[in-house]
């Protein structure tokens, strides 16, 4: 290999690595919202409370795992028959370098039964 070969090799090596650093926090702290979700779904007669206190439930784990990116307004809550439905749908942007930008976009939903 020539200089010029290895240094472009090295390069781009170093864009993937600069990526992944960079979008990788993201993804463990969509995995701390999944678990929250999922833990507001195992909480015992949480489908019988009201909308707003679903949310407020689902808002204080948020505070407690210092998740920023999650806000009131991503949650919806909205009750189908005796199922409650809670959606989070939220959007994150990550400068790469310059004026490039990731977006990554979350969309998850659980239903909590009434019982």
Do not use: C, W
């Not at 993201?26 to 909308?51: N, W």
């Amino acid at each position: 290999m020539t200089a010029i070969s290895m240094l472009l090799v090295f390069v781009m090596v170093g864009a993937v690595a600069l990526m992944a650093i960079k979008i990788i926090p993201v993804y463990t702290e969509h995995f701390t919202v999944r678990s929250a979700l999922e833990s507001l779904q195992a909480e015992s007669l949480i489908g019988r409370k009201s909308l707003s206190e679903i949310r407020k439930a689902f808002l204080r784990r948020m505070e407690v795992n210092y998740i920023s990116t999650v806000k009131k307004e991503h949650v919806k809550v909205e009750r189908q028959g005796s199922t409650t439905i809670v959606r989070v749908s939220y959007e994150v942007r990550i400068p790469l370098m310059g004026n490039l930008d990731a977006i990554v976009s979350f969309n998850d939903t659980v239903e909590l039964a009434a019982n």
